[in-house]
């Protein structure tokens, strides 16, 4: 149980992470001139702020007592927004190194430590 729970508390962090960042996201976006740029911003932002807080809940209700469903729900979730994040604004350098890393580090912890107790079997 121990791996869960600490996978459980990363994903809790890559998700706090991404609250401030979609706050960050929609402050851009509202200093945009109004169109269809603004509104793609706007849009991402939104899409952040349930993408973090998806990550929380599950993690909270299911990754910390080690529950399948919750396994496969931040499992693929999480890694489908950090897998984007890092193709299209780490890689080409849009963000700065650090502290743009952190959400990947938080969602490779989270992945790996919830799969070591996913593995193990346990339920709590």
Do not use: C
């Not at 080690?66 to 080409?92: E, K, M, R």
């Amino acid at each position: 149980m121990t791996f869960a729970k600490i996978g459980s508390g990363s994903y809790v962090i890559w998700g706090l992470l991404h609250l401030i960042a979609a706050f960050d996201e929609f402050q851009l976006g509202f200093t945009l001139p109004s169109g269809l740029v603004q509104g793609k911003i706007n849009q991402g932002a939104w899409d952040l702020l349930f993408f973090a807080l998806f990550a929380i809940v599950v993690a909270v209700r299911y990754n910390w007592k080690n529950d399948s469903l919750g396994y496969w729900l931040n499992l693929i979730v999480v890694s489908a927004a950090d897998i984007g994040f890092i193709i299209f604004v780490l890689l080409p350098g849009h963000v700065d190194f650090f502290p743009g890393i952190l959400g990947p580090v938080f969602w490779i912890l989270g992945a790996l430590f919830s799969t070591l107790g996913h593995r193990s079997g346990t339920n709590g």
